[in-house]
């Protein structure tokens, strides 16, 4: 199985500052298709998980264009360019390359 | 915009089988890749499987295999879960999802006698 690695696992930003979650993967995710299988949800308190990035660096359907996404093969990272208070959640990065498909621990953000 | 809602019951005893079912509206359950996947209290995500209505194939988590079967049944716009012998370990609040992009809002099954 893909084991997906997250860092830090928690983090804790003033309004307005960035933030950047890492999350490295035990294989490469980039399919013969070109297409880099690597996805990041945010859970906020009490939620389900929604997607915010899909395939590395796509933000999806009305994501705020704060969050940003950018890797390759192992190493990808999620970037908020200026948190606000509505950020605040848990962050997992999920690969689909291959099944079983995998989350990471999950990186827990908190406003300062 | 398509929305997922699961259902079933709330609680099942030790050794049972935890069933349940994912509404969808919004949309048609006759394309995409329709998955369940859980979350135990205050931890991470695991992945338990997925069914294509098409062919109604099916992918499911090595871990979990050997108890899990899930279908899909298109006149109710609907796909379910049925996970077998379950224990303690399997109490955790379960999902619904389209491909990757809608989830439903997850519902806890607790396993206790």
């Known amino acids: 199985d893909i084991v997906m690695t997250q860092s830090p696992l928690s983090l804790s930003v003033t309004p307005g500052q960035p933030a950047s979650i890492s999350c490295k993967s035990s294989?490469?995710?980039?399919?013969?298709?070109?297409?880099?299988?690597l996805y990041w949800y945010l859970q906020k308190p009490g939620q389900s998980p929604q997607l915010l990035i899909y395939?590395?660096?796509n933000r999806f359907s009305g994501v705020s264009d704060r969050f940003s996404g950018s890797g390759s093969g192992t190493d990808f990272t999620l970037k908020i360019s200026r948190v606000e208070a509505e950020d605040v959640g848990v962050y997992y990065c999920m690969q689909s390359i291959e099944l079983p498909h995998s989350f990471g621990q999950g990186t827990k953000l908190e406003i300062k | 915009q398509v929305q997922l809602q699961e259902s079933g019951p709330g609680l099942v005893k030790p050794s049972e089988t935890l069933s349940l079912n994912c509404t969808v509206s919004?949309?048609?359950?006759?394309?995409?890749?329709w998955s369940w996947i859980r979350q135990p209290a205050g931890k991470g995500l695991e992945w338990i499987g997925r069914?294509?209505?098409?062919?109604?194939?099916?992918n499911y988590n090595p871990s979990l295999k050997s108890r899990v079967t899930m279908s899909v049944d298109t006149s109710k716009n609907q796909f379910s879960l049925k996970l077998s012998s379950v224990t303690a370990a399997d109490t955790a609040v379960y999902y619904c999802?389209?491909?990757?992009?809608?989830w439903g809002q997850g519902i806890l099954v607790t396993v206790s006698s």
């Open positions: 999802r389209r491909n990757f992009d809608f």
């Open positions: 294989q490469s995710l980039l399919h013969s298709d070109g297409k880099t299988y």
């Open positions: 919004g949309g048609s359950i006759s394309t995409y890749y």
């Open positions: 395939e590395v660096s």
């Open positions: 069914i294509y209505n098409s062919g109604g194939s099916t």
